[in-house]
């Protein structure tokens, strides 16, 4: 890879984030951000340069955790178990009210946490985004757009009432 390795390092606390939030595991997490870096350096003669390192690692991870949750659909039509993870709640109340983010960002299809982490955790651009998760930039907007309408929803207590409606109605 032409690019510079600590550039790479400096990328690991964003695609742990972006992983956990894929996986819902720590551990998971961590296997994931490993796998999508040994495939970086795998194929480190197809970077681009010029093209942005942080977008296509993340493209790279991302692409990984498809590939996991196809493969583990597989194993599981043939029988074998999914484990779920426990979380043991927290006394703090901000520990708490962060279960609760979390909690309603489970939520979401998986296609919205995707997007919605990308833009508003990692701070990507609408187009980073897109390019890091292979989508056009109106398909990102629009999943981002009933993501957060989503996230309104819930936390009015109107979820169940408006979860078929990404849009609300504004005014004059």
């Known amino acids: 890879m032409s690019a510079n390795p600590s550039r790479v390092v400096d990328l690991l606390p964003a695609l742990t984030r972006y992983a956990r939030r894929l996986t819902r595991d720590d551990d998971e997490a961590a296997d994931l951000v490993q796998e999508a870096l040994v495939s970086a350096y795998a194929n480190a003669n197809q970077y681009q340069p010029g093209r942005s390192l942080r977008i296509w690692i993340f ?25 779920t993870p ?26 919205q946490q995707q997007v919605l982490h990308l833009v508003a955790v990692e701070g990507l651009s609408y187009q980073e985004a897109a390019d890091a998760i292979g989508v056009p930039i109106g398909t990102l907007v ?16 109107d979820a169940d009432d408006h979860a078929h409606l990404p849009l609300r109605i504004v005014e004059n």
């Open 59 to 83: 493209a790279i991870l991302h692409n990984a955790f498809v590939s996991r949750v196809r493969h583990d659909a597989v194993r599981k039509r043939y029988g074998a178990e999914a484990e």
């Open 142 to 157: 629009s999943r981002l757009s009933r993501a957060r309408a989503r996230l309104r929803a819930i936390e009015s207590g």
């Open 86 to 111: 426990v979380a043991l709640p927290s006394p703090q109340e901000q520990s708490v009210r962060l279960r609760e983010v979390a909690e309603a960002l489970d939520l979401l299809p998986p296609d």
